[in-house]
């Protein structure tokens, strides 16, 4: 899947190059391909956070300083967490407080 990606992208990047059109394109480390925007932070499932105001539209979510804890990496920049402490303003399908949180409002608690 990802061979078949790589040479999708190679031949945009081509059409676009011919096209005179120069994209930035960050290439992604060989080592980070396949791995969830979590993950490449470091962050994984049952991790703990504060929630906080980044730079994303994250206030109607729930309320600021809550604890969090990371429930489930969808591999998007919003997976899903459950809220520990604090108010939220969605449930999760078992009546619990939780919420998809942009990777931007959040900020990882030591152990």
């Given at each position: 899947?990802?061979?078949?990606?790589?040479?999708?992208?190679?031949?945009i990047a081509?059409?676009l190059?011919?096209?005179?059109?120069?994209?930035d394109?960050?290439?992604?480390?060989?080592?980070?391909?396949?791995?969830?925007?979590?993950?490449?932070?470091?962050?994984?499932?049952?991790?703990r956070?504060?929630?906080?105001?980044?730079?994303?539209?994250?206030?109607?979510?729930?309320e600021?300083g809550?604890?969090?804890?990371?429930?489930?990496d969808?591999?998007?920049?919003?997976?899903k967490?459950?809220?520990?402490?604090?108010?939220?303003?969605?449930?999760?399908?078992?009546?619990?407080?939780?919420?998809y949180?942009?990777?931007?409002?959040?900020?990882?608690?030591?152990?």
């Amino acid at each position: 899947m990802h061979d078949e990606l790589r040479e999708a992208l190679a031949k945009i990047a081509t059409m676009l190059h011919n096209a005179g059109i120069h994209p930035d394109v960050v290439k992604e480390p060989e080592s980070e391909i396949g791995m969830t925007q979590c993950l490449k932070l470091g962050y994984k499932v049952g991790d703990r956070f504060v929630f906080i105001k980044g730079d994303c539209d994250c206030v109607r979510i729930g309320e600021f300083g809550s604890v969090i804890e990371l429930f489930d990496d969808n591999g998007t920049i919003a997976p899903k967490f459950k809220w520990i402490t604090g108010k939220c303003e969605y449930n999760q399908a078992d009546g619990s407080p939780g919420a998809y949180v942009n990777l931007d409002c959040v900020l990882k608690l030591a152990k």
